[in-house]
């Protein structure tokens, strides 16, 4: 995370957050605005061009939320929250606007760094993993073959299984909603039925993961969804 050219825009109504946030940043190599309003936010994702934009939900002119679905009416840079709100509905709301991620305070500086790392990441392989072949762990999932291998061995996945890893696959490092993978792989009908995500979830762990129990990558976020960690 040295790139001198990287830029972010923290949108924040905490003078202290903010200003911890760009040391931090600074500290490695980035290029730090700061907003206390939404609007100035807005303002300076219109005219700085950044490369990732870090939200609270909470700001004294507009909520958060609000905030990511103007943003993401005109662009898809990463956009990670980072706020004190907690529930499961907020963290919903904010993922289903358009944010690719989402971090409670207090926070730990080296999650979010590692986070901002993953979306800067997957924005310069172009937004979605495009390359034939995707790798983590010991897994490999050739996309043009569909085809997964685990540690040289082929995997055989159900259509369901190969489906839902691939929205994963495709959006490395973002959390993705019950209700996205649901309408993404059974369709829009089946949005609410949590339990079949949680079967086939199950299945694709215990076929990747190299301990099921404790998985290393298809990680879940409480009450919220799942994401894909790891992938190279």
């Not at 172009?126 to 897994?139: C, E, I, N």
């Not at 839902?164 to 993978?181: E, I, K, W």
């Amino acid at each position: 995370m040295s790139d001198p050219t990287v830029t972010v825009v923290v949108i924040d109504d905490d003078k202290y957050i903010r200003r911890f946030l760009r040391a931090h940043l600074e500290a490695g190599g980035m290029t730090v605005f700061e907003a206390q309003t939404g609007a100035q936010g807005l303002a300076h994702a219109a005219t700085r061009l950044p490369d990732l934009v870090i939200v609270d939900l909470s700001l004294p002119d507009m909520d958060g939320i609000d905030v990511i679905r103007e943003l993401r009416s005109w662009s898809a840079i990463p956009v990670i929250v980072l706020s004190a709100r907690s529930s499961e509905d907020d963290k919903v709301a904010a993922l289903d606007a358009g944010a690719d991620d989402y971090l409670t305070k207090p926070f730990g500086l080296p999650e979010l760094t590692a986070r901002i790392r993953a979306h800067l990441r997957r924005e310069a392989s172009g937004g979605r993993v495009g390359a034939p072949q995707v790798q983590f762990g010991l897994v490999t999932v050739d996309l043009g073959e569909r085809k997964v291998v685990r540690d040289s061995r082929i995997v055989h996945l159900s259509p369901i299984e190969y489906r839902l890893l691939t929205a994963l696959v495709r959006n490395p490092g973002r959390v993705l909603t019950h209700q996205q993978l649901l309408g993404e792989v059974w369709g829009p009908a089946q949005t609410d039925n949590h339990h079949y995500l949680r079967i086939y979830m199950g299945h694709l762990r215990h076929k990747l993961e190299r301990d099921p129990a404790r998985p290393e990558h298809i990680i879940t976020e409480s009450g919220v969804g799942y994401r894909l960690v790891g992938v190279r």
